[in-house]
């Protein structure tokens, strides 16, 4: 078992930066690849980064390329996501998930088998 707690979101003009953070419990922690998803009102939970177990292997959706960078410290068991240049159309509520899967990179939901709570984040125009 591993839970997930989201913090680190908020309010924020566009343009400007976040950096959310994912504490993880659990000694499994650093076996699992992470992801960073978000939903949007009226929206399908969507794919923005994963990261693999060891770091080593990073992903984007097309969306967050440049904008935003994920990273993790398994001494901490936490993953982050540093999200600069921020848009309107980033505001949604942000979930951090763990995979124990070798698909984790598909960006599919349904590799991942453990979610936080998430995190709202909202930018003003």
């Known amino acids: 078992q591993v839970q997930l707690v989201e913090s680190g979101g908020g309010l924020v003009q566009a343009g400007g930066s976040l950096r959310l953070s994912c504490a993880a419990s659990?000694?499994?922690?650093?076996?699992?690849?992470m992801g960073w998803f978000r939903q949007a009102p009226g929206k399908e939970r969507e794919f923005a980064a994963a990261?693999?177990?060891?770091?080593?292997?990073?992903y984007y959706a097309d969306s967050a390329e440049g904008r935003f960078t994920i990273s993790r410290d398994n001494a901490k068991n936490t993953v982050y996501l540093q999200m600069n240049s921020l848009k309107p159309e980033d505001t949604a509520v942000y979930y951090c998930?763990?995979?124990?899967?070798?698909?984790?990179?598909?960006?599919?939901?349904?590799?991942?088998?453990?979610w936080g709570q998430g995190t709202q984040v909202t930018v003003s125009s």
């Open positions: 998930a763990a995979s124990n899967s070798i698909y984790y990179y598909d960006r599919s939901p349904t590799y991942y088998n453990y």
């Open positions: 659990g000694r499994t922690f650093s076996s699992y690849a």
């Open positions: 990261i693999s177990w060891s770091g080593t292997s990073i």
